[in-house]
């Protein structure tokens, strides 16, 4: 089995100037230097034997993952996924910074409090896709990383392994999901209209000094079947900074786009709120109007009207 330490070789992105050519296969003398969108070419004749990259053409010693021999290069895995262990440590660290919100300073609305399902719905789900969307165009420009008209290597991010496309998203989310708490807890104002209490403080900034160490150092291999590896390691070591810089970003965006969704939804419900006052202005003028034709005469003026009636009758008598 696949028990090294160390990620197998297959997860190794091709190089951005000289991806082999698909046609030679087997052919490692011979590059070729256009952008290969496979990442990686497989060679069906060769197999790892050690995980310091040796190799052989004998499958009987060959290292095995899923049952099956693990060729020098071979192509990325078909579907994204993190492993369960980053899945728990986000939910971990994530739960500890909630527990810390009962903590947290707040500003008492001078009403009570209502719940509005709807807006709670809009707002969660603004806040919900921002993330998302950010954390699957950072995953789209992990997995071209190889790309020399990519992302990367626009601001000059060299290709980068898969592991560290699996470690990446796993610091974005985290990032993300405490900033995003930020973001949420004033409502309708910018996140740093109401300064959080340090209790919430202190939780939020040990789960990113966590979460971010962890993505940092963490050990080359596998996990779950997966490659990880830690992007403070290999040839290139400024990554963490750059995914800190994009998750800053559109935490702004997303702020933004959350006080937008506030005062439309403000706009709107004013809206609302003057027309149903103008209804039931109306609605109170047509009642009154009603009520004055419906309503019988005085008995003061009645009785009046009876006397001027039988004077005259009075007077032939």
């Not at 993952?65 to 060729?71: E, K, S």
């Not at 490659?227 to 990554?239: C, D, E, K």
Request: glycine share 8%; charged share 15%.
């Amino acid at each position: 089995g696949l028990s090294s330490a160390r990620a197998p070789l297959f997860y190794r992105p091709t190089p951005r100037t000289c991806a082999f050519d698909a046609s030679n296969v087997g052919d490692y003398t011979a590059p070729h230097c256009p952008f290969n969108p496979s990442l990686a070419v497989p060679d069906p004749t060769r197999y790892l034997t050690g995980a310091d990259g040796s190799t052989s053409h004998d499958a009987a010693g060959c290292l095995r993952f899923r049952l099956a021999c693990v060729t020098p290069e071979a192509p990325w895995p078909d579907f994204f996924s993190l492993p369960v262990l980053m899945l728990m440590l986000i939910t971990l660290l994530n739960d500890g910074t909630l527990i810390a919100v009962g903590y947290d300073a707040v500003r008492p609305s001078a009403r009570p409090e209502r719940w509005d399902a709807c807006a709670i719905l809009l707002l969660s789900s603004v806040l919900a896709a921002v993330a998302c969307a950010s954390s699957l165009l950072l995953l789209w420009a992990a997995l071209d990383s190889n790309n020399p008209s990519g992302l990367f290597a626009g601001i000059g991010i060299p290709p980068i392994e898969y592991g560290k496309v699996v470690t990446s998203i796993f610091l974005k989310v985290a990032v993300s999901d405490f900033l995003t708490l930020f973001s949420a807890r004033t409502q309708g104002g910018w996140f740093w209209t109401v300064a959080p209490s340090p209790v919430l403080a202190a939780a939020a900034g040990l789960s990113l000094l966590v979460s971010t160490a962890l993505a940092c150092a963490w050990p080359e291999g596998v996990v779950d079947g997966l490659a990880v590896m830690g992007l403070a390691r290999g040839g290139y070591r400024l990554l963490p900074l750059w995914i800190w810089m994009y998750c800053l970003l559109s935490w702004l965006v997303q702020d933004a786009l959350k006080v937008g969704a506030v005062r439309a939804l403000d706009a709107a419900a004013g809206r609302l709120r003057r027309q149903s006052s103008l209804v039931e202005q109306v609605e109170a003028e047509t009642l009154a109007r009603y009520r004055a034709a419906a309503a019988p005469p005085p008995a003061g003026a009645a009785g009046e009207h009876a006397v001027q009636v039988e004077a005259p009758g009075a007077a032939e008598v």
